[in-house]
């Protein structure tokens, strides 16, 4: 069972470990279309996102990702 809870503009999602899981695969999926279909830098985009869902876990080593380069102006 997965739970939300939205309070002052945090959101908190409480899931088992079996759901954290699935949800890990998924981001997999989608960073591999993504780098597929959009490109390098929105696979590096969804990396970063699983890198700080996993922040202060210790059983988990980051992805390594080049910093975010800024947006390019017209």
Same mark, same amino acid.
């Given at each position: *069972?997965?739970?939300?809870? $939205? ?7 409480? *899931?088992? #470990? &079996? #759901? @954290?899981? $699935?949800?890990? /695969? ?9 780098? &597929?279909?959009?490109? $390098? +830098?929105?696979?590096?985009?969804? /990396?970063?996102?699983? %890198? +700080?869902? %996993?922040?202060?876990? !210790?059983?988990?080593?980051? @992805?390594?990702?080049? #910093?975010?380069? !800024?947006?390019?102006? %017209?």
């Amino acid at each position: *069972m997965i739970t939300f809870k $939205r309070e002052a503009g945090v959101v908190t999602i409480v *899931m088992s #470990d &079996h #759901d @954290y899981a $699935r949800l890990l /695969m998924a981001l997999g999926y989608v960073a591999v279309r993504a780098n &597929h279909i959009a490109g $390098r +830098e929105e696979f590096y985009s969804i /990396m970063r996102v699983v %890198n +700080e869902l %996993n922040a202060g876990n !210790p059983q988990f080593t980051p @992805y390594e990702v080049p #910093d975010e380069e !800024p947006p390019i102006e %017209n």
